[in-house]
């Protein structure tokens, strides 16, 4: 696949800017940003290859063999061949991803094959140290890699990456699924819910207070911290915060060096220094040296 703008030429996707990073014999690693020229579905396209989708930005939805999700900056999914996957952009905004592609042949090689080639597709969340492994990939990938230490780095976050679904396995509001099983309106209606919640934070900036969320999904406050807890495992700020990192993690990749203070401010923080902890918090270093490290 070559680099430019358009669909992939392998498969009737949505339009997007194309950037490949390498690709090793039998694996494949590009960054994506959609450029959404209609919000309605795409046509369903067959998976070729085990692919690796990890968000960077923004929000659209997917259809993965015929299940329909939410999908966000912290979304990580993994398909195999055969998988069906359409998606559609109902905000408007354009999603960027970075995607793996690793030939069976290379998986069945590994001594974790099995994990890979015997498990069913897999949708969820990725952690802040995921997350920024994930980055630090990229950033070395367009730092420039010989294919070599590329394929090392590729094969080295598969094994984390597979820890991280491992342990993931059952997945957030699985505890819903078994309380409210026998209502299932109930459980459609909780997730339907959730899902309203990521797409106003996700969608709308950093500057909305709880109030004004649960006013536009129609809920109170208690009751849309109460069922958003439930379903995803996270209270509601730690979502936000957990989207309001990544996005500083894109400034901070950027090349005009904007001031800290002015990052804090724009994505809503209450100062550099509040910032700076909830960066430290989740990452383990503060952004000046996340910046050196990611630019």
Do not use: K
Not at 49 to 66: A, C, E, P, Q
Request: aromatic content about 4%.
């Amino acid at each position: 696949m070559s680099e430019g703008v358009g669909s992939d030429p392998r498969r009737a996707t949505t339009a997007a800017r194309w950037r490949v990073l390498g690709h090793p014999d039998g694996m494949l690693i590009f960054q994506a940003r959609c450029l959404v020229e209609q919000h309605g579905w795409t046509e369903p396209a067959p998976e070729a290859r085990h692919r690796v989708l990890l968000g960077r930005s923004g929000v659209y939805r997917r259809r993965l063999n015929d299940r329909i999700e939410f999908s966000d900056a912290t979304s990580v999914v993994l398909t195999r061949p055969g998988d069906e996957l359409s998606v559609s952009h109902p905000l408007g905004c354009g999603d960027s991803y970075t995607c793996l592609e690793v030939d069976a042949e290379v998986l069945a090689e590994r001594p974790d094959a099995a994990h890979w080639l015997d498990r069913g597709g897999w949708a969820g969340s990725s952690d802040a140290r995921l997350d920024l492994a994930h980055r630090l990939l990229v950033a070395e990938a367009s730092r420039g890699l010989d294919a070599f230490e590329l394929a090392e780095r590729l094969h080295l976050f598969l094994g984390r990456l597979l820890q991280h679904t491992t342990r993931a396995a059952d997945p957030p509001g699985a505890e819903v699924d078994r309380a409210v099983r026998r209502r299932p309106a109930t459980l459609v209606a909780h997730r339907r819910l959730a899902d309203r919640a990521r797409e106003v934070l996700a969608g709308h900036g950093f500057t909305r207070t709880l109030d004004e969320v649960a006013r536009e999904v129609g809920s109170s406050p208690h009751h849309l911290s109460r069922v958003f807890q439930r379903v995803t495992g996270e209270s509601l700020t730690a979502y936000r915060n957990r989207l309001r990192v990544r996005a500083v993690l894109d400034t901070l990749a950027e090349s005009d060096g904007r001031p800290l203070r002015a990052v804090a401010a724009d994505h809503g923080f209450a100062d550099q220094a509040h910032l700076t902890r909830v960066v430290r918090d989740q990452l383990g270093q503060p952004p000046a040296q996340l910046r050196r490290l990611l630019t």
